[in-house]
Structure formats: structure tokens, C-alpha cells
């Protein structure tokens, strides 16, 4: 057995524990051919590892449907002395989950942060450029971005960028608002993972190892998707709705993209891991 396989089954047997104590029932998975014409996700990560605990949405995309999915390192990190080791450990990472990995420059864009335009406007300028020329490049149908107030520096300053990207290169496309250091107070898709997918999410986490060694995010992984599960079950079905009868979910606000500014949320919807996704979600 390779070290990747052990780890997915130590942590599916975790995985199945927690669930069992959850009361939920077993999965119900499909592995559909994928569609003949499969799209392409970029997920803007602010840091090395934002990929993995974001990344339900577009690791089922990719193996549900087939879509190539890429990870932007917008940052890699405030060190200097660890941005190689965390590229490293990034690299590791995507390839747990099969992630193609775009590195923004040498060392990633420095002080990306929600007020850099208006202290640094030409470093603000030029990363808006470098963003925009990837988007013009790649056209991606789905991009990933933290909500405006997710509550890290970092965070809050990549979904500026992206969205005055997305607005410079006039793209069509779904913009998928994640969450982590903040909750978003209108999330409109909740997006299962089963047991086996949860547990590449966090086999690809622990690769992150510099970092989950100064605070264990891994561990406290299954937790946050679970609450996602608690919160989505209100905040997507609506107010006294059934609860989901599933373990472990991820919450987004789907927003759909024309020319470049944003032409209106997608519908409310919960997507279980047993009804395949597909390109169908971002026209739903």
C-alpha cells in the first residue's frame, strides 16, 4: 500500500466515526464518465493550503465531470525563508487531490491585502494586471475567491484582486465565494463530500506540514465541514427545513459573471455527493 493510499484509509476510518456518531447514513456515491466537453476551475488561494480546505466544490468537479482544475498561489506566504518549502508542500498537496498548480511570479505577489490600492496604486496595478492576463489566458467557467469579508488581511485583499480582474478582463464566468476565517452571511450552495473525498481533503491538508506543525488545521478540518452541514441546512434550504441527512459539506455563494461584472446569484441548491455535478450547476 503507498503512503498516499494509508493515509486516505486511516482517515476514512476517522472519517467514518465521526459520521457514525452524526447518526448519518452511509454514502451513496456516483463516479460518472466525465462530459465531453469538461470545464476549467482556477481557485485563487491566498495562502498554500486555502486549496485543500476550500476545495470540495472543484475536487468533485474534477472527478465527477472531468474538469481540469488549477490552483492559483496568489501568496506563498509572509516568510521569505519558507516560500520555497511551501511551494513545495503546495505542489505535494495539489497532487494529492489532482490539482494542476500556476505560480504568480518568482515568489508570489507581496502585500495583497483589501487597502493596497489605495497605499501602494502601481503595485496594486500590476497585480491586477498579472491576475487579468491569467483569466484572459485561461477563461475559466468557474474561479474560486474568499467573500469580501472573510476575516484575514490576505483574504479580504484576493477577492478584491479577483474581482477587479475578473472586471478588467471582461470574462463570463461563476465566481464561487468561499469562506473559512469568516462566515458569509448569503451562501446559496452547499456542496457535499463524501467519505472518501473528505478524506483526500485532509490527506492533501497534512501535506501542508510546515503549517498544520504551527496549527493543526487538518485535524480540525472534519469539524468545520460538518458545522458547514448544521449552518447550510438553514441558510440554503431555508429556516425549519429537514436537515441534510449527510456528514461533511462545504458552503459557497455562487455568483454569475457577464463582461466582467456580476449579473446575479445562481439559485439556492444543495448538491449531495450521490447526484453527480456537472457543468448543469453553474446554468442551474
Request: include cysteine.
Amino acid at each position: 500500500m503507498s503512503s498516499l493510499e494509508a493515509d486516505l484509509a486511516r482517515w476514512r476510518e476517522h472519517l467514518n466515526r465521526f459520521a457514525a456518531l452524526l447518526g448519518n447514513p452511509p454514502d451513496r456515491s456516483a463516479r460518472p464518465a466525465p462530459e465531453a466537453a469538461p470545464g476549467h476551475c482556477l481557485v485563487f488561494a491566498p495562502h498554500p493550503d486555502d486549496e485543500c480546505i476550500v476545495g470540495a466544490l472543484p475536487l468533485r468537479l474534477q472527478q465527477e465531470a472531468g474538469w481540469r482544475i488549477s490552483n492559483v498561489a496568489v501568496t506563498l506566504g509572509s516568510n521569505p525563508e519558507r516560500r520555497e518549502s511551501r511551494w513545495a508542500e503546495l505542489v505535494d498537496a495539489c497532487g494529492v487531490l489532482g490539482f494542476d498548480c500556476i505560480r504568480v511570479g518568482a515568489d508570489g505577489l507581496s502585500d495583497v491585502r483589501a487597502d493596497t490600492a489605495e497605499r501602494e496604486p502601481e503595485l496594486w496595478a500590476a497585480h491586477v494586471g498579472a491576475i487579468a492576463a491569467l483569466l484572459t489566458q485561461h477563461r475559466p467557467a468557474l474561479v474560486l475567491a474568499p467573500h469580501a469579508l472573510d476575516d484575514n488581511p490576505s483574504h479580504r485583499g484576493v477577492y478584491r484582486l479577483v474581482a477587479e480582474a475578473i472586471a478588467t478582463a471582461r470574462l463570463d464566468t461563476v465566481l464561487a465565494h468561499t469562506e473559512f476565517w469568516s462566515t458569509q452571511a448569503e451562501p446559496n450552495a452547499l456542496v457535499q463530500t463524501n467519505i472518501a473525498d473528505t478524506a483526500r481533503l485532509i490527506a492533501a491538508l497534512e501535506r501542508h506540514a510546515g503549517e498544520i506543525e504551527r496549527n493543526p488545521y487538518h485535524l480540525r478540518l472534519p469539524a468545520f465541514l460538518a458545522d458547514a452541514v448544521r449552518r447550510g441546512g438553514e441558510l440554503v434550504l431555508g429556516a425549519g427545513e429537514e436537515a441534510p441527512d449527510f456528514a461533511f459539506a462545504t458552503l459557497y455563494r455562487l455568483v454569475a459573471y457577464r463582461d466582467g461584472q456580476p449579473a446575479g446569484d445562481l439559485p439556492r441548491h444543495v448538491y449531495p455527493a450521490d447526484q453527480a455535478l456537472s457543468s448543469a450547476l453553474l446554468k442551474s
